[in-house]
C-alpha cells in the first residue's frame, strides 16, 4: 500500500456528456511537448494544455471543469485546493510513458475521456508503493476520473498494439496547502 489517498469515481458523467467531450478533446491541438521528469525529458509526449476561458467559452465544457473541480475539492475536503493547470494527454501505441509525480504536496484529478475502450487495448495507469513496487493499476473506463495525491509515484498507461486509437485523458491538477 502507498500510504496516500487514491479515489476511483465512475458514473459522475453520463454517456452523452463523455462522447461529447471527446469530441471536443479530439478537436484540440496537441504538440509532443510534454515530459514526466527532468530526468526523461528528451522523450517527448502529446500534450494539449487548457487555460482557463477554455471552459469559460462552453457551457458544457463549464459544466464538467466545475463537477470536477468540485469532486475533487469534497474528496480531500482537508485541503485548500487550488487550480493550477489543466491539459489533456494523447498516449498512442508505441510511446513511452516514465513513473514521475505530479506535485507534493498537490491533488491530482484523472479524466479518462474515451467513450470506448476495450479491455485489451491496455492503457492502465499504473500508481506505486512507496517501495517502488506497482500498487494499484488503474483502466481507463470511459468517463472515469481518478484524484489522487499528487505526490503518489504514477505512470501514464500506453495502448497495445490492437487499439488504433489514442488513449486521451485529462489532468487537473491542483496545489494543495
Not at 76 to 94: E, I, P, Q, Y
Not at 101 to 108: H, L, Q, R, S
Request: negative net charge; aromatic residues 12%; hydrophobic residues 45%.
Amino acid at each position: 500500500m502507498c500510504g496516500r489517498p487514491l479515489f476511483v469515481v465512475d458514473g459522475l458523467f453520463k454517456a452523452d456528456l463523455v462522447q461529447a467531450l471527446h469530441t471536443i478533446l479530439t478537436k484540440q491541438s496537441f504538440s509532443l511537448s510534454d515530459y514526466d521528469t527532468e530526468a526523461t525529458s528528451r522523450i517527448r509526449h502529446w500534450k494539449s494544455e487548457f487555460p482557463p476561458a477554455f471552459f469559460a467559452a462552453n457551457p458544457l465544457l463549464q459544466h464538467w471543469h466545475d463537477v470536477v473541480v468540485a469532486k475533487s475539492r469534497e474528496l480531500f475536503a482537508g485541503s485548500d485546493l487550488t487550480l493550477d493547470r489543466v491539459h489533456a494527454n494523447a498516449h498512442l501505441f508505441g510511446d513511452h510513458q516514465h513513473a514521475h509525480i505530479d506535485a507534493d504536496p498537490g491533488v491530482t484529478a484523472l479524466y479518462f475521456a474515451n467513450p470506448d475502450w476495450d479491455d485489451d487495448w491496455q492503457g492502465e495507469t499504473i500508481f506505486y508503493a512507496a517501495n517502488g513496487e506497482p500498487w494499484q493499476a488503474l483502466a481507463p473506463r470511459p468517463g472515469r476520473l481518478a484524484v489522487f495525491d499528487g505526490g503518489i509515484v504514477h505512470r501514464g498507461g500506453v495502448p497495445s498494439r490492437s487499439c488504433f486509437a489514442a488513449r486521451l485523458s485529462v489532468a487537473f491538477k491542483f496545489f494543495s496547502s
